[in-house]
C-alpha cells in the first residue's frame, strides 16, 4: 500500500491522465442537453419593383448549427486546408512535370542532330595537318584534330524546399524538430503538390548527352579548303568524305539543315524555359501559403497525439512508484 507521500503523487498523476477524458465528456454532456430541431422555419421579405408591395415567404431549411464539438471541427477543418492547396499545387506542379519533359525530348533531338554532324565531319570539325597545302601527304598517323565545341547536355528539372517531418509523403508528427530535415527533393510525379518553393536546379539533371551549337548555317563552309597555309599545314576534307567522315552520306546542304533545326529546336526551349518559369513563380506565392497550413496542421496532430497519449504515459509512473512505496 503507498504511503502518504507516494499517494499523493499518484493522485496528482491520476488527475492529469483522466483530465482531458473528463473535458471531453462533459462537451459531449453539453451538446447532447441542447435541444436542435431537424428543420427550422426561415423568413424572407423582397419587394416588388413593379408594386413596391412587400412580399413575405418562409420556407423550412436545415438549421446552422449541428451537435458536433466546435474543437474537433476547427482541428478537421485545419487538417484539411492543406490537402485542398496540396491538390491546387500538383494541377500546377504537373504541368512544369510536362515542360521539362518536353524540353529534355527537344534536347535529345539536338544530341541526335549533333551526333550526325560530328559524324559527317561538319564544319567547325577535323582539320588535318599535312606536309603539302594540298592535304595530299599527312604529317603522322594521327592527324585528327577536332575544333568542334561541345557542350554537355543534362536534363531540366525542379527541385523542392521541403520540411519532410512536416509534409513528406510519411510525415513525422513526432518530431522534435518539425523543421529538419530541410529537403532539397526533385520534383517528381509522386512529390507532384508538395514542398514549400519550386526552384530550378542549376546543375541539371542526368546527362542527355553531347551536343553542338557552332554547326555552320553558310553552306560554303562545309566545303573542303585550306584552313592554314603556314607549316604544319591545315586542311579541312569537307563534309562526308572519309576517313574523317564516318557517315559519308552527310552533304554540305545536310550539315545546313542540321544547323537551322538545332537553332529552331533551341528557340522553342527557350519559349518553354519562359512559360514553365511564369508557372513556377506564381506557384511558389501559392506554396508558401499551403506551407503555413501544412505546418498548422503539423502542430495540431502534434498536439493531438501528445493528448492522446497521456493516459499510458502516466501509467508508467505509477507503476514506479508504487514499486518504490514501502
Not at 597545302?133 to 592527324?143: D, H
Not at 510525379?189 to 554547326?215: E, F, H, M, P, Q
Not at 550539315?255 to 518559369?277: F, G
Request: contains cysteine; hydrophobic residues 30%.
Amino acid at each position: 500500500m503507498p504511503d502518504g507521500a507516494a499517494q499523493s503523487t499518484i493522485d496528482i498523476l491520476t488527475k492529469e491522465q483522466s483530465q482531458y477524458s473528463q473535458s471531453k465528456s462533459e462537451q459531449e454532456k453539453n451538446n447532447a442537453s441542447v435541444e436542435i430541431p431537424s428543420t427550422i422555419t426561415a423568413t424572407t421579405a423582397t419587394q416588388e419593383s413593379a408594386s413596391g408591395e412587400w412580399v413575405v415567404q418562409q420556407n423550412e431549411a436545415p438549421p446552422p448549427i449541428s451537435r458536433t464539438d466546435p474543437e474537433q471541427d476547427a482541428f478537421s477543418e485545419a487538417k484539411s486546408k492543406p490537402e485542398t492547396f496540396r491538390q491546387f499545387c500538383k494541377t500546377v506542379d504537373d504541368k512544369i512535370l510536362s515542360f521539362n519533359a518536353r524540353i529534355n525530348f527537344i534536347k535529345q533531338q539536338i544530341v541526335t542532330l549533333s551526333l550526325e554532324a560530328t559524324n559527317g565531319n561538319c564544319w567547325p570539325g577535323i582539320a588535318a595537318s599535312v606536309t603539302t597545302s594540298g592535304g595530299t601527304t599527312l604529317s603522322t598517323p594521327n592527324f585528327n584534330q577536332d575544333y568542334s565545341s561541345q557542350t554537355t547536355f543534362k536534363q531540366d528539372r525542379d527541385l523542392l524546399s521541403i520540411y519532410t517531418n512536416i509534409e513528406g509523403l510519411s510525415p513525422n508528427y513526432d518530431a522534435v524538430n518539425p523543421f529538419n530535415p530541410d529537403v532539397s527533393q526533385e520534383l517528381t510525379s509522386a512529390y507532384s503538390g508538395y514542398g514549400r518553393a519550386n526552384t530550378k536546379d542549376d546543375n541539371g539533371g542526368t546527362s542527355v548527352g553531347i551536343a553542338r551549337l557552332d554547326i555552320s548555317a553558310t553552306q560554303s563552309d562545309h566545303n573542303p579548303r585550306t584552313i592554314s597555309a603556314a607549316i604544319p599545314y591545315r586542311y579541312y576534307f569537307g563534309a562526308g568524305v572519309a576517313p574523317y567522315a564516318s557517315n559519308t552520306s552527310v552533304t554540305a546542304s545536310r550539315c545546313v539543315a542540321i544547323a537551322s533545326s538545332i537553332t529552331a529546336l533551341q528557340s522553342e526551349i527557350t519559349t518553354l524555359r519562359s512559360q514553365r518559369d511564369t508557372l513556377r513563380s506564381n506557384l511558389n506565392i501559392v506554396k508558401e501559403e499551403k506551407s503555413n497550413k501544412d505546418l498548422q496542421a503539423w502542430g495540431i496532430t502534434n498536439h493531438q497525439r501528445k493528448i492522446s497519449g497521456q493516459a499510458t504515459a502516466k501509467a508508467s509512473v505509477i507503476s514506479a512508484i508504487t514499486s518504490l512505496s514501502p
